[in-house]
């Protein structure tokens, strides 16, 4: 497999802390990559860097060989990072619309977005509630609207932000299979999730954050049973770590 | 079929708009029929901006940039105003400009104390560079009665260009809010870092509402001072009359929607004007206390406007239309 993105020393200090510090890792092309660690770890700091909505102080951020480090988040975005939020903030328009927005740097005219946003809701089983307003809906129904926005952007790469956080059993139930699909579809996945189990089942490989630095790197099972993650998680003692 | 019903009405209502001028003969009535189009378009390019959640106290500025481009080259060059409102047009644009440095770094509030400061250095410009505007003396639109010079002995031709630029504005700003551009507005206005991260350059986008605010005000400002035939400083880069009013109106009718800035200005305009001749002879000001009382009372009560309160009718009707059809 080859690498989408490569990150290598990424760098960002808050004054005097170090949201995140010399973090080097790639993402294959067609995986699915975790990324846990304790609450304040840097994990969404480092989806802002990949974005480019938080400029880095030092590293490069490189997706197919070309550098992304310089460039603004809208012409990432045309290179094929696409990402949702952690606190879904869907625009005041209707489902559809909100799904038509990124899909205007492809089609210039409304009655082509249209169809094609209505293609992306059909793929997210949104398609029933195109016309309803975001504010009417479920919190898992909106996080489908986040994913369903990000996928309009055709991206190469998806970074996700805590899409399951939140929902019940059964809606993450529902929601699980659709990360899947995405990358079925041709979607390499980078996701950030505190579910542990859902983590696990769907996830290739998993990164892990603790305090800025990336402290382990692995298959699930290789992971967990790593000594400086249980010790970022738990609090441990461990000698040699 | 109600879609129909709501076209012909509209229709209706236009043509009665245009027979106006030949039933009312009252200059009273005209003027105030010609003004209220002024505002409904100068509020409506005014609003261009709010799309993307940009609130400006500064279009006096534009107003004013057109305004004197016109009149300094009719009066001074003997230039016909009608190569002076393209003129305007542009120069108000240099001056749109000029405000998205701030309007692209700056957020909220912020961006609009600087578009004031922008009308109010203007201004003081205006006063000081007598060579060019006269000074606060002003700039008089001399009365020789012609088409190509803007000046007409009725007041019926500047109802129905007044009339056309009200139309021209509210089927731009219809365009503009449902095209991509107003759509990458609206993401802006929700949330700029997710507009950002789904790939729209959002600074593009503020940058090109105002580009088109910008050169539609100095536009609609050339044919309204030629319609006064009297521009000074104070009032060209009037904050009252240019700046707090269309913004009034927007606010009031709804901010940030194609119709708000049309409901805005039908209604507070006959009203400014009366409020001004009977409140403003008790106790100069006292107009300006009901207006205040007004925007405190909308704000708090009907946040999205009064097009807010009509518009769930309207769409009761289209929906309602829609089910006729599957039927």
Known sequence: MDDLLVVKDLTKNFGGLAAVSEVSFEVRRGEILGLIGPNGAGKTTLFNLISGLLASDRGSIKLEGEDLTKKPPYKRSAMGVGRTFQVVRPFDMTVLENVMVPIFAHYKTSREAKEKAFEILKMVRMDKLADKMPANLTLAQRKRIEVARALATKPKLLLLDEVLAGLNPTEVAENLPLIRQVRDSGVTILFIEHLMDAMMAISERVLVMDQGALIACGTPDEVTSDQCVITAYLGEEVPGC | ?327
């Not at chain 2, 230039?79 to 957020?107: C, D, E, N």
């Not at chain 2, 961006?111 to 006063?127: D, G, K, N, P």
């Open chain 2, 1 to 327: 079929m109600r879609t129909n019903k709501l076209k012909t009405a509209a229709a209706i209502f236009l043509l009665a708009l245009l027979a106006v001028p030949l039933y009312f003969t009252s200059t009273f009535v005209l003027h105030m029929f010609t003004l209220v189009f002024f505002y409904i378009a100068l509020t409506a390019a005014w609003n261009i901006p709010a799309f993307g959640g940009k609130f400006s106290l500064g279009h006096a500025a534009f107003f004013g940039l057109g305004g004197y481009t016109a009149s300094i080259l009719y009066v001074k060059l003997g230039i016909s105003p009608f190569i002076g409102v393209v003129a305007g047009t542009f120069v108000a644009m240099v001056g749109g400009v000029i405000l998205s440095f701030p309007l692209i770094r700056l957020k909220g509030p912020f961006f609009t104390l600087a578009s004031i400061a922008f009308a109010e250095v203007l201004r003081m410009v205006a006063v000081d560079w007598r060579a060019l505007t006269n000074g606060s003396v002003g700039i008089n639109i001399p009365f020789r009665p012609s088409w190509l010079n803007l000046t007409f002995t009725s007041g019926a031709p500047f109802y129905y260009i007044a009339l056309g630029l009200a139309l021209l504005v509210i089927a731009l700003a219809w365009w503009i809010r449902s095209s991509s551009l107003g759509y990458h507005l609206r993401a802006a206005a929700a949330d700029e870092d997710a507009a950002r991260a789904l790939g729209i350059n959002t600074a593009k986008a503020h940058f090109l509402g105002l580009m088109w605010s910008s050169g539609l005000t100095g536009m609609i400002a050339v044919f309204y001072v030629f319609y006064n035939y009297v521009l000074e400083p104070g009032t060209a880069f009037s904050m009252d009359l240019f700046s707090l009013q269309p913004a009034m109106n927007g606010i009031i009718g709804g901010m940030g929607t194609v119709w708000g800035p049309v409901v805005g200005a039908i209604i507070m305009t006959p009203l400014g004007e009366f409020l001004r001749f009977y409140l403003g002879t008790i106790q100069q000001g006292l107009n300006f206390v009901v207006y205040g009382l007004m925007l405190i009372a909308v704000v708090n009560f009907v946040p999205g406007g009064i097009v807010s309160l009509i518009e769930p009718w309207f769409k009761k009707k289209k929906s309602g239309d829609s089910s006729a059809a599957d039927n």
